[in-house]
């Protein structure tokens, strides 16, 4: 089929134009949104193919996958981060390249794609892991036919991805929570830990977050940088891509107010302990000393995230709500912040009653 009929997420249809030359290389594919435009393209390709005309300069049969990836990297870099950039090329050298190097594009077949991630089963990685592989090697060969035109289908089959089972995360009761931030209010780490527990911000936008960003006029915190570990520096972009604002509860501001005085609106308002950006590992193991001073449980700075959901839920938020307040794209996302605590069931069981 030379005209390959799709429907957009936006519900808009477009037609794409495959066609092939001789060596069954495709000539680059365009997407229209009128069939009239589509059928003009496709008999101006198909006069070429008949005229022995290839695809492309030099044949693709002989595009080996190296270079189409190498290619493919290049053209993805201007629309990512750095730091997915890095870590996209870091997964490549270490599990794909070795094992498709001398493999023509045309030539890999899925038993060639289920052989990387069973033999990094076998090193014992995490599912995870796999998983980042599977979605790299989906998307390349995706953009292998719909972007360039080189293949008419993908040889990364649903079958292989891998399966993830949640681990529900550890996390605070209110109850706990609020001994901790009582407990740890005049240690330097308590903006960090009073920000996480009470407005739910990542570890990596507490780190970015600067005091200009606090809007106590509004009782909002303005959420538009984070910190990169994997390129060790601050990016104008938080883990959703888009800026957020997030409410502050009364509570939370009355601490922060107290702490911003003769404070520069560029100084960061969860600092180290001698001024500067908070170190992830400090306030990692910082946190776990303060926990067991409070008699709480150990918690990680994320999960700290997992505990204000918790005091939200306690107060009347819906899924929704917090789905708003955490910046998820998805309510999928949010569920798993729904923890499954039998108190909350058992004060929903005394509360059913026989309609009066």
Not at 6 to 35: I, M, Q
Not at 317 to 325: F, H, K, V
Request: charged letters at 30%; proline letters at 4%.
């Amino acid at each position: 089929m030379a005209i390959v009929k799709r429907r957009l997420k936006t519900g808009n249809v477009s037609y794409l134009v495959r066609v092939e030359d001789k060596y069954r290389g495709y000539f680059p594919g365009k997407a229209f949104e009128r069939k009239v435009d589509a059928e003009a393209y496709e008999r101006e390709l198909k006069d070429k193919s008949m005229r022995g005309e290839l695809a492309t300069i030099g044949t693709i049969r002989n595009l080996t996958f190296q270079v189409y990836f190498a290619e493919w990297l290049a053209m993805r870099s201007g629309k990512v981060s750095k730091g997915w950039y890095d870590s996209q090329k870091r997964m490549a050298d270490t599990y794909v390249l070795g094992a498709l190097a001398g493999f023509r594009l045309r030539d890999i077949n899925a038993p060639d794609i289920g052989r990387i991630l069973q033999l990094m089963r076998e090193k014992g990685l995490k599912a995870q892991s796999i998983l980042h592989v599977f979605n790299l090697l989906n998307q390349c060969f995706k953009d292998a036919i719909e972007y360039y035109g080189y293949l008419q289908k993908s040889p990364v089959l649903k079958q292989d991805r891998p399966k993830i089972h949640r681990v529900e995360r550890a996390y605070l009761t209110p109850e706990d929570s609020w001994k901790l931030l009582e407990h740890c209010k005049n240690h330097y780490l308590a903006p960090a830990i009073w920000i996480s527990i009470l407005s739910g911000l990542r570890p990596s936008e507490i780190q970015a977050l600067q005091w200009r960003a606090v809007d106590f006029d509004k009782g909002q915190i303005l959420v538009c940088a984070a910190y990169k570990r994997t390129i060790g520096k601050i990016e104008p972009y938080p883990k959703q891509k888009d800026w957020l604002m997030v409410p502050m509860p009364g509570v939370l501001m009355d601490f922060l107010l107290d702490r911003f005085k003769h404070r520069f609106p560029m100084a960061f308002a969860a600092p180290a302990l001698k001024g500067g950006m908070l170190e992830y590992k400090k306030l990692h193991g910082g946190l776990r000393k303060l926990c067991d001073e409070a008699g709480v449980k150990r918690v990680s700075p994320h999960e700290l995230r997992h505990s204000c959901s918790e005091i939200w839920f306690r107060w009347g938020a819906s899924l929704e709500d917090i789905r708003r307040l955490l910046g998820h794209k998805s309510a999928e996302t949010t569920q798993r912040y729904v923890h499954r605590t039998d108190d909350r069931l058992l004060t929903l069981a005394k509360a059913i009653a026989r309609p009066s």
